[in-house]
Each structure stands twice: as structure tokens, then as C-alpha cells.
């Protein structure tokens, strides 16, 4: 990627509502080997139990999280929509995807290398400090409305 190129993307991430507020020192970093990516409505972005090299800013389109229903079609168990994130197996080894991710809209992201990722923070401990306190809400949300859904599909 072109120094432009990758400048480019680190100025669409620095205004993606997730990162409005994490110092641009670890933007930087973390998109080194940032790309921005296309989805076409049905098309997966993520399958569960893949590994999960990177994770997605929303910048367009919806994104359904779905669960595996064996030989069913997968249970929506949240939608992820512009201005949000979408990933964090890539934060927790064995660095797996939990859930299947399939663009519901036609979709827009700008998907952002794991290893850049967790190495940018290392880096940088006290940005990767505040960047975690800002997904750990995200992934406790996620968690919630997964557990939330599965109850009401199994009528409790």
C-alpha cells in the first residue's frame, strides 16, 4: 500500500466513530496493512471457527451476526451497522472467529490486519489500554444481546 494509500485509510479510521477519541499515534500503527473491502448482500465476511486475521470497521451497509444452526441457516443473534466494529476474536488466542458475519446490505469496510493490530498495541500500552476500555462495552453488548436472543429462540 502507498504511503497516500495507507494515510488515506488512517484518516477514514480516525473518523469512524469507534476511534474518534484513540491518539492517532495508534491509528497509525494499527493500519498499516488496513484495506478497504466490498460486500454484496449474502456474502460472508467471517465464518465461525476460522481464524479471525482482522477485524472491520463498518462504513457502510448492515452485517448480521449469526450462530450455527447445524444443517439450518444461521440465527441472527445481532446486526452491526455504519459507525460500528465488528471483531474481537482476533484480540484472544486461539484467535478464532465466534460467530459467522454475513452482509445483510450491501456493505462497506475497511478491515484492519490483526497482527498490526495486537502489535500496535503492545507498542503502545497506554493507547491499547484506553482503545480495550472502549471494546470491552462492545463485546460485553455483544455478548448480552447474543445471550438475550438464544433465550427468546428457545422461549425463555
Known amino acids: 500500500m502507498t504511503a497516500t494509500a495507507s494515510e488515506a485509510i488512517a484518516d477514514r479510521v480516525l473518523r469512524h466513530p469507534f476511534f ?5 499515534t495508534l491509528v497509525h500503527a494499527m493500519v498499516s496493512k488496513a484495506e478497504e473491502r ?5 456474502e460472508m465476511l467471517v465464518h465461525e471457527g476460522r481464524p479471525a486475521e482482522e477485524f472491520f470497521l463498518v462504513i457502510e451497509g448492515k452485517i448480521a451476526l449469526e450462530v450455527g444452526a447445524g444443517d439450518r441457516p444461521g440465527i441472527t443473534v445481532e446486526t452491526i451497522e455504519k459507525g460500528e466494529i465488528l471483531g474481537w476474536s482476533w484480540l484472544v488466542a486461539p484467535y478464532r472467529w465466534r460467530f459467522d458475519a454475513r452482509a445483510s446490505k450491501p456493505t462497506k469496510v475497511i ?8 502489535y500496535a498495541l503492545a507498542a503502545h500500552p497506554a493507547f491499547g489500554y484506553h482503545f480495550l476500555m472502549k471494546l470491552l462495552p462492545v463485546i460485553a453488548d455483544r455478548l448480552e444481546n447474543t445471550r438475550v436472543q438464544l433465550l427468546d429462540i428457545h422461549g425463555h
Request: charged share 20%; aromatic share 6%; no cysteine.
Open 20 to 24: 474518534v477519541d484513540i491518539d492517532p
Open 38 to 42: 466490498s460486500y454484496d448482500v449474502g
Open 111 to 118: 478491515a484492519i490486519n490483526a497482527a498490526a493490530a495486537r
